[in-house]
């Protein structure tokens, strides 16, 4: 069975960072295209970052300077690291998978993306 886990989310103060990451049960090194979303509590659904099986990103404008999207095909594990942190960043980070490289043709489109992980909470203080 297909399966992501995230971890890595916590508690930190404005300018503060986090690494997220994402343990996947498949080959990621295969075609597949990952992503991390993120929902604040009363917010849509954001897409935050995306890397397809060859590396292309794409980032969300909030996020871009700040946060790096990076997976490791050799051990399945996709990572979200997050550097200078404000508050609008709290909310609930998800891991997701899509079959095929999307990432670039589509963009963050969650409609895209198959299978997705539990989620791990970032909350950000002032």
């Known amino acids: 069975q297909m399966q992501l886990a995230e971890s890595g989310g916590g508690s930190v103060q404005a300018g503060g960072s986090l690494r997220l990451a994402c343990t996947a049960s498949?080959?990621?090194?295969?075609?597949?295209?990952m992503g991390w979303f993120r929902q604040a509590p009363g917010k849509a659904p954001e897409g935050v970052a995306g890397i397809d099986s060859d590396g292309s990103t794409r980032y969300a404008d909030s996020v871009k300077g700040r946060f790096t999207i990076s997976r490791d095909n050799a051990n399945d594990i996709l990572y979200l690291q997050m550097n200078s942190l404000t508050p609008e960043d709290t909310a609930m980070y998800y891991c997701?998978?899509?079959?095929?490289?999307?990432?670039?043709?589509?963009?963050?489109?969650?409609?895209?993306?198959?299978?997705w992980g539990q989620g791990t909470q970032v909350n950000v203080s002032s």
């Open positions: 997701a998978l899509a079959f095929g490289d999307l990432i670039v043709p589509y963009g963050l489109n969650p409609d895209l993306f198959a299978l």
């Open positions: 498949v080959d990621i090194g295969n075609q597949y295209s």
